[in-house]
């Protein structure tokens, strides 16, 4: 069965500090992965995905087929940070795209 | 260029009272989508739709009905509404081609109370 696990429900770090949320995921073909990020009170919104191999506000993720991990890193966290992050898996089936949430990891950048 | 707009932004039902969320959205997308998020599960697929008159189950449809009679418009039923659809309900859109392929876009969400 296709998932996707957040191991971590909260996560707390120093400013300044380096960040990593962990997203594992189950999926038996290509699998395509995005981070979502919500902020207080605001929709969701797509940070990257790992086809566009990009950083956003110094957010990189790798996908990894071999450990089936496509983690979030920022090497210096900054207080605006502090936000909920999903990790999501697409699923294509019956001519339809579907995401597939982790459950979503709470950070939070303390000063 | 409003992207996905959801109506109303809060709700307080009693039980057994019935309503229906509202999703528009302007980007032309194709597919479009409603979640409930819940604290420690998630987002969760209630019902999405590949195109004008069509709706399809997700993960949770139960006590849900959908309808897409127009391309823009998506909304979401509730019919005999119950506490255990006390939530945070979303609405995303997404296109099938171009550079944002398959990204979904969401809305502000609804938040329904049930009492």
């Known amino acids: 069965a296709q998932r996707v696990t957040q191991p971590e429900k909260l996560l707390s770090v120093f400013k300044g500090a380096p960040v990593e949320l962990k997203c594992n995921y189950s999926y038996s073909g290509s699998p395509e992965l995005f981070w979502y990020v919500q902020y207080s009170r605001q929709r969701l919104q797509l940070l990257l995905r790992h086809i566009s191999r990009e950083s956003i506000k110094g957010f990189t993720a790798d996908l990894n087929k071999g450990e089936t991990s496509f983690h979030l890193k920022k090497p210096f966290a900054q207080e605006e940070d502090s936000a909920m992050y999903y990790c999501a898996l697409t699923l294509r089936t019956q001519g339809a795209q579907k995401l597939v949430f982790g459950q979503g990891t709470r950070l939070t950048i303390n000063p | ?115």
């Open chain 2, 1 to 115: 260029n409003a992207g996905v707009t959801q109506t109303p932004k809060f709700r307080v039902l009693k039980t057994g009272q019935s309503m229906t969320l509202l999703c528009a959205q302007d980007m032309n997308h194709e597919y479009m989508y409603w979640y409930r998020q819940d604290p420690g599960m998630g987002l969760r697929l209630i019902h999405y739709s590949v195109g004008e008159g069509t709706t399809a189950k997700g993960e949770v449809p139960d006590g849900y009905n959908v309808s897409r009679l127009k391309k823009q418009n998506f909304l979401l039923g509730l019919e005999s509404a119950a506490p255990s659809q006390t939530s945070v309900y979303f609405c995303a859109s997404s296109s099938d081609s171009g550079r944002n392929r398959y990204t979904q876009y969401f809305g502000p969400g609804t938040r329904l109370t049930v009492l």
